[in-house]
């Protein structure tokens, strides 16, 4: 079987719908075994159903999984969704060396609204968000890992 060398890149559109989260890991993990990356399965789809659900919870509208490889150990999971509002302490990690933010303090939301964000930014190399501007509008949250 060939094997397609990165760059590569899949986008799965989704609805507003309770199981398109699911079927999105799903396809997840189907791309990942196909090009080699079985190694980073659990945490790429930490990291995309934390940003899924995020999508999902937050906006009314479509959404979108971004799954894509630039370099041969590296992956980038990325959600777009229609809402324009970047969540809190979700931007671009700082430089090297720069401790993570803290943990969100926890209340009576906590359990519900938050922590899912907090597991991306430990979870992943690098993160970071982008209000898009362009005709389609919305939001990008994407988080990137590697192996080794």
Known sequence: MATVSPPWAYTLQLPHDPRAPGIARATLRTVLAAHGFTSLTPTA???ASELLTNAHLHTQGPYALRIRSAEPDRLRIAVWDSGSEI???FGARG???LA????APAGPNTA???RGLH???ACAD???AHVLGDVRGGKLLWAECGRG
């Open 45 to 47: 789809e930490l990291l």
């Open 87 to 89: 969540p809190p302490g």
């Open 95 to 97: 430089p090297p060396g």
């Open 100 to 103: 993570p933010p803290a943990p």
């Open 112 to 114: 519900e609204n938050g």
């Open 119 to 121: 597991l991306v930014r």
């Open 126 to 128: 690098r993160w970071g």
